[in-house]
């Protein structure tokens, strides 16, 4: 059964890329091996956090739900402006405009800064950059691996993150499915009604250089296969080929019923780091070469139903 | 006109990450920095090469044409076996199979090992794993910049590779566009017949497990808009969810008046380092503060059509 046989090496090549996947028994060879799935399988319930429904945003296309997790520890001011905009139904009936392959996705107003622009109050229609924040106030949990774009790289509260000692700040990187505040050529420009996610390669360039509000912790599946815009920079060329939005809500505005119930790997416990340590150097039998190193955007941060009650 | 503002912004932005955008004209304030466009604008014939029919592969979809540029400095057996396949018209009618979000896409028989399998021959059922090649025999282009998962990195003959002093070995590295032959638990149990193309961050612990053949280098957006499959892997779960595949052929044996003429950006010249600088640092008015750092996977490779005769 070749076919079986190649499904069965690509979990074990593929088994920590999905929490979804059935956790692969280590051979009796290898008894100490755990793969990151069977770590996280493992896991206790402390390992886990629920998403705060405050924090959280549901981005309702026609084609199913994106979840996104807001960040005000990095961006305190456009997370407040986003969620007054979503509060306000300010994106219903938008659209997504732009896919351009191995780099974004972005929605907003399309008639932005025309005649016809949907008014942003009561959000602000100015905010400061937010760039980066002081690290003194967050709980930044290292990653021992190098990095060529930051001098430290970790995770704060979920979030992939690099850090400056020198300077004591830190930020949100971009990785796939990382959520950015589009902006002008001011730096103070953005206001969070314009909004972008990563589809791509890690554009690591943008780090410092653009205000990051949050993640998308689950549905970057909806997003990654809308066809690409075949204008400049990825933009749809008709009105018709945009992705309308049905709604933009905080999860604590939707009725209960009607909100999708997750936990998040939290990203600072021994679960966090043994998993790390099993993707950094995966021992089963498929690898013949563990890496010895993951790079910060490698690391994938698992999302699953909350266990029910027993 | 926030909106044409918004463009401009974004275009200066991601100048770099396409080469068919307009080159956007340098303030004079800043008569010496040159965006990575404007370098590959004025750049000499010379620092182009055309794609060679012969080491082209043209998959065909109902959507378009995607197309691969072999690598047999890199993997001889296997791209020889994979040109004995498309010769022998043994991918015609097959299909995609399995879409993976941010990980690959996978083409190949679906009856592979069973009684209805497609039988290989000609092609060998059988090659030797090829995972590296001595780097003494390839020209071996550096990028000056650190990478987590090899010694050093840079550019073979316009494939991202790594290399080890150490070992003497190099290795075509697994970044978006890449394309390998899927295997089984065995290292050598690879033919070329099942081939995946990253779609997503680069999986570089992949790097020295398996076959690397080639790479995308146009065409990827056919790809990266596939449907995932709901499956363990990305798999699709249902025959009528897989994507055909009309056929897949060399360009050499292609009628010439159906090719698609190609240039590719040669990897080893001045034109070369100037634009990859210009995308290390980044210096146009939107940027803040340059990167100072562009990892391998972060380089695209531009193509054009070749130029008119004057």
């Known amino acids: 059964m070749r076919r079986s046989c190649l499904a069965l090496a690509m979990l074990l090549c593929i088994v920590t890329w999905s929490s979804s996947l059935a956790a692969d028994p280590a051979p009796a060879s290898k008894p100490k091996f755990r793969t990151a799935q069977q770590i996280i399988d493992a896991a206790p319930a402390s390992a886990w956090r629920d998403l705060d429904p405050a924090d959280t945003l549901y981005l309702e296309l026609a084609s199913g739900r994106v979840i996104i997790e807001l960040a005000p520890q990095f961006a305190p001011q456009h997370v407040a402006n986003i969620r007054t905009l979503a509060h306000d139904h300010w994106f219903d009936g938008l659209s997504i405009n732009r896919a ?3 780099f974004v996705v972005q929605w907003g107003d399309p008639d932005a800064g025309e005649k016809d622009a949907r008014p942003l109050a009561p959000a602000k229609d100015h905010l400061p950059a ?3 924040v002081d690290v003194a106030g967050l709980h930044f949990h290292a990653l021992a691996d190098s990095d060529g774009y930051a001098p430290r790289v970790g995770f704060v ?5 690099g850090m400056d000692p020198a300077t004591g700040k830190a930020w949100l990187a971009h990785c796939y499915g990382t959520v950015g505040a589009g902006r002008d050529m001011a730096a ?8 972008y996610v990563v589809i791509g390669q890690a554009p690591r360039q943008l780090d410092l250089n653009i205000t990051t509000v949050g993640r998308v912790v689950k549905g970057m599946e909806l997003l990654s296969v809308l066809p690409r815009g075949s204008g400049p920079l990825g933009f749809y060329e008709k009105p018709g080929q945009r992705v309308p939005i049905k709604s933009i809500r905080l999860a604590s505005e939707v009725p209960a019923a009607e909100r999708t119930p997750l936990q998040v790997l939290r990203t600072d ?3 966090w780091d043994a998993q790390v340590e ?5 021992r089963d039998d498929w690898y013949l070469r563990p890496a010895g190193h993951i790079d910060l955007c490698n690391v994938p941060i698992p999302v699953r139903a909350p266990p029910k009650a027993k």
Do not use: Y
Not at 157 to 161: M, R, S, Y
Not at 278 to 282: E, F, L, P, T, V
């Open 278 to 282: 099993a993707r950094r150097n995966r």
């Open 157 to 161: 509260d979920g979030f992939p993150a």
């Open 269 to 271: 416990t021994p679960t």
């Open 188 to 195: 103070d420009s953005s206001t969070g009604a314009e909004l």
């Open 130 to 132: 937010e760039f980066s």
């Open 100 to 102: 351009q392959d191995d």
